[in-house]
């Protein structure tokens, strides 16, 4: 079988490709912003973490440290200021191009373990050369520690933890504003902590403080394993619970089949797809960005995919969806040369929140509609109609039914707040 083979010139040097997949490797290479020497950024700092093209269709990961200038003469005479830099090879490796599940996976799982490594060697570098590190007790500004947490964080954690500490941040500069710039492990107590928890009640609605609340005790226990803070102040403190989902906007049917009826200038057809799978199938914003057509089954109309959220957390993360026609309108049809072409180009999570508002807006909807109201409506969508707790349960891929339930009282206080809007009968 032929090859074709592709020349491509970057910098001084030529690199052959001897066939189509390799040119794609190539076409990805160019959005890295490689340097001449097939090198580019992944994350700044000293060490920073760098990965170099192979012409096999990987990147060889490297930490890059940078130790200052040293005054260097030349063979006329002259001195000259020379960088000393020095590179560290990690043995770790990313596909240029992952074509499957299981390789977009390894190199989410190989791009966290560098952060890690590349941090750590960080703290190193601080050590020796200025005999501190950021974990001691006495220096350490906890928001810059808790900004590398959120950092290194995996992508589908990563938003949530990042609200949780914008959430602390607010707080601190609102009740202790001599905190707002820098707060040591001593200033954290449990009485700081149950005012933050108040905060969070007092300014988000349903789980919303409960979520915020959780990641920002990832991030203090954290600090406790590493040794940063003695003992966390958290402790015994909890968030109110939150008895049903109502809490949350759900958007009624009659409410739907008019924001999908509303067109405007400027829309986003690609957020409007995205936003209908997630009220007709439930799909979580962080599954639907990494969705591709390789997860479709066309032949028995099936969607499956592993959540984000649970995939290291429970055995359970799988999920299959079965695709009815409309479901099969938003997803469409792709060739069979690119199976792992995302389903969806969306732009980023604040782009698609302004635009899904700005469009709720144009509808006329008053209610505060986020990504994951699409997914409550879907869930009361299919109680109200008599749907099985179970079948709901496993089609929005939870691992047990206690959170489905609180779907089921939102349903019943639907139900009370219906019969009690019947009007009064004198009889």
Request: proline share 3%.
């Amino acid at each position: 079988m032929l090859k074709v083979a592709y020349w491509l010139l970057i910098g001084d040097k030529s690199i052959i490709f001897a066939n189509k997949r390799k040119q794609k490797y190539y076409t990805m290479a160019k959005s890295k912003n490689y340097r001449a020497n097939n090198t580019y950024l992944i994350e700044g700092g000293n060490p920073k973490l760098m990965g170099q093209g192979l012409s096999d269709g990987r990147d060889s990961l490297y930490l890059e440290y940078y130790y200052g200038f040293s005054e260097v003469v030349s063979k006329s005479g002259n001195t000259y200021k020379k960088i000393d830099r020095a590179n560290e090879r990690l043995n770790l490796y990313l596909w240029q191009a992952p074509r499957t599940p299981i390789e977009r996976q390894q190199n989410k799982e190989t791009l966290d373990l560098a952060k890690k490594i590349r941090f750590e060697k960080g703290q190193e570098l601080l050590e020796n050369n200025e005999g501190y590190r950021l974990k001691k007790k006495a220096t350490v500004n906890l928001l810059d520690y808790f900004q590398e947490f959120a950092k290194n964080a995996n992508v589908a954690d990563r938003r949530v933890i990042e609200g949780a500490l914008r959430n602390f941040k607010s707080f601190l500069l609102e009740e202790y504003p001599r905190f707002s710039n820098r707060i040591e492990a001593k200033d954290l107590s449990k009485e700081m902590v149950k005012k933050f928890v108040d905060y969070l009640v007092d300014n988000h609605r349903g789980q919303g403080a409960e979520t915020y609340y959780r990641r920002f005790k990832r991030m203090v226990n954290y600090a406790v394993e590493n040794d940063v803070i003695a003992k966390s102040p958290c402790k015994g403190i909890t968030t109110p619970k939150v008895d049903d989902i109502l809490a949350k906007d759900i958007l009624s049917q009659e409410e739907l089949t008019r924001l999908f009826e509303t067109h405007y200038s400027g829309e986003n057809p690609e957020i409007r797809r995205a936003f209908a799978l997630t009220c007709l199938a439930g799909v979580r914003w962080c599954d639907i960005i990494g969705l591709t057509y390789s997860n479709v089954d066309y032949s028995n109309r099936r969607l499956t995919f592993r959540q984000s959220k649970t995939q290291k957390h429970s055995s359970n993360s799988g999920v299959t969806i079965p695709l009815n026609d409309a479901l099969m309108a938003v997803i469409g049809t792709k060739g069979e040369d690119a199976p792992d072409d995302y389903i969806f180009h969306l732009p980023s999570s604040t782009m698609c929140l302004k635009a899904l508002r700005r469009w709720t807006k144009r509808a006329g909807i008053e209610k505060h509609i986020t990504w994951h109201c699409g997914r409550h409506s879907f869930a009361t969508s299919l109680l109200s109609n008599g749907a099985n707790i179970k079948v709901v349960s496993s089609l929005l891929g939870h691992s047990t039914l206690k959170f489905t339930e609180i779907y089921v009282r939102a349903v019943d206080k639907l139900k009370e707040d219906a019969i009690n809007s019947l009007p009064e009968l004198k009889i």
